[in-house]
């Protein structure tokens, strides 16, 4: 089955700083790597099997070093209930 509420992947960051405020729920867990990411004129930083949660509206750069990570977002349909689609 395919979930209707939830989306999910696996994304890469090396050496980039990626802009952008969530509009959705987000979960990440770090697989490998050094992930980075400021939020609130904060510096989160973490590796292997460290996670972070970051509600819906919280703008922040995502960045790393050689960083893959899992993630999740709540809704799926983002795009849709903000006009992107």
Same mark, same amino acid.
């Given at each position: 089955?395919?979930?209707?509420?939830?989306?999910? &992947?696996?994304? /890469?960051? +090396?050496?980039? *700083?990626? !802009?952008?405020?969530?509009?959705?729920?987000?979960?990440?867990?770090?697989? !490998? &790597? /050094?992930? =980075? @990411? =400021? *939020?609130?004129? !904060? @510096?989160? %930083?973490?590796?292997?099997? +460290?996670?972070?949660?970051?509600? *819906?509206?919280?703008?922040?750069?995502?960045? &790393? +070093? =050689? *960083?893959?990570?899992?993630?999740?977002?709540?809704?799926? +349909?983002?795009? =849709? /209930?903000? &006009? @992107? %689609?």
């Amino acid at each position: 089955d395919v979930s209707t509420s939830m989306g999910g &992947g696996i994304a /890469r960051f +090396d050496g980039c *700083a990626v !802009e952008w405020t969530v509009l959705y729920d987000e979960f990440i867990c770090v697989l !490998e &790597g /050094r992930y =980075k @990411m =400021k *939020a609130g004129g !904060e @510096m989160f %930083e973490g590796g292997p099997g +460290d996670v972070f949660w970051i509600p *819906a509206h919280t703008p922040l750069v995502y960045m &790393g +070093d =050689k *960083a893959t990570v899992f993630y999740t977002v709540w809704p799926v +349909d983002w795009r =849709k /209930r903000h &006009g @992107m %689609e």
